[in-house]
C-alpha cells in the first residue's frame, strides 16, 4: 500500500534530544509529522488533575520555547511539531513520575486522552453501537490529532481485532503507546471489559500493529 509521508534518511547512528536525556536513532526514516493542539491541551490537563502539585517541576524540566506554548493559550485546531511538543513533554512526563519509562508514561497519558476527549469534544464517537464500530471510527479519529497518519482496522472478530498505525516516533516509539493507550481506553468506554493489547510484527512498512482483545 502507498503511504505518502516525508522521510529524512539517518544513515548513520545519531543522538536525537528532545531536550531531555538524548535518545540513539539508528538508520531509520525520521518522520515530519505534527500533532493538533487537542492533544497537548490533553497532556496539560492530565499532569494538571493528576500531579497537580508537581506540574510547575513538568513544566520546568520542558525547553523554554516548549514551555511557552504550555504556558500560553493552546489552540486546540492549530498544528505543532511533534518532536518539541509531543515527544518532549511525554519525555518529562516519564522521567519525572514513570522512573524514565517512557512508555508506561505514553501508554498513561493516551489512555487519558481518550478519557477526556470522548468525554468531551469527541463524545459522539461513543454513540458507536459496537466496540469493533469504535475502533474503525479511530481511523478518522487518531486523524483529528496527528498528520500524516494512516490507519488500518482487520481482521475484526467478537472480541479481538488488529489495528495497524504511522509509527509516530522512530525507533523512539514512545508516540505509538500513546495512541495503544487511547485504543484501550476507548474501548473501556465502550464497556468493554478486560481490555489488553499486544504488539506484532508490524503487517505494513513504517506502521506498528496491535492485537486488541477483550472479554
Known amino acids: 500500500m502507498g503511504i505518502k509521508m516525508l522521510y529524512r534518511l539517518v544513515g548513520r547512528k545519531k543522538k536525537i534530544n528532545f531536550g531531555l536525556k538524548p535518545l540513539l536513532i539508528t538508520n ?4 515530519f509529522m505534527e500533532v493538533k493542539g487537542t492533544a497537548l491541551i490533553s497532556t496539560k490537563t492530565y499532569v494538571k488533575n493528576q500531579h497537580p502539585n508537581q506540574y510547575n517541576e513538568w513544566l520546568n524540566l520542558l525547553p523554554t520555547s516548549t514551555q511557552a506554548v504550555f504556558n500560553g493559550n493552546i489552540q486546540p485546531g492549530d498544528w505543532y511539531d511533534i518532536k518539541t511538543y509531543q515527544c518532549t513533554p511525554v519525555s518529562a512526563l516519564a522521567q519525572l513520575f514513570f522512573n524514565g519509562d517512557m ?43 496527528y498528520r500524516p497518519v494512516t490507519v488500518e482496522v482487520e481482521d ?22 500513546r495512541i495503544i493507550g487511547w485504543c ?16 506484532i510484527p508490524a503487517r505494513y512498512p513504517g506502521m506498528f500493529t496491535i492485537q486488541l482483545n477483550w472479554e
Request: glycine residues 6%; contains cysteine; positive net charge.
Open 103 to 145: 512508555q508506561k508514561a505514553a501508554l498513561e497519558v493516551g489512555w487519558y486522552s481518550a478519557e477526556y476527549g470522548l468525554k468531551g469534544v469527541y463524545k459522539v464517537f461513543l454513540m458507536i453501537a459496537s466496540p469493533q464500530a469504535l475502533i474503525r471510527a479511530s481511523k478518522r479519529i487518531i486523524a483529528l490529532y
Open 28 to 31: 531509520h526514516f525520521f518522520l
Open 156 to 177: 475484526a472478530k467478537k472480541n479481538s481485532m488488529l489495528l495497524s498505525c504511522t509509527t509516530l516516533s522512530g525507533e523512539c516509539d514512545m508516540l505509538d503507546y
Open 184 to 199: 484501550v481506553r476507548a474501548l473501556e468506554l465502550a464497556n468493554c471489559k478486560g481490555v489488553s493489547f499486544e504488539k
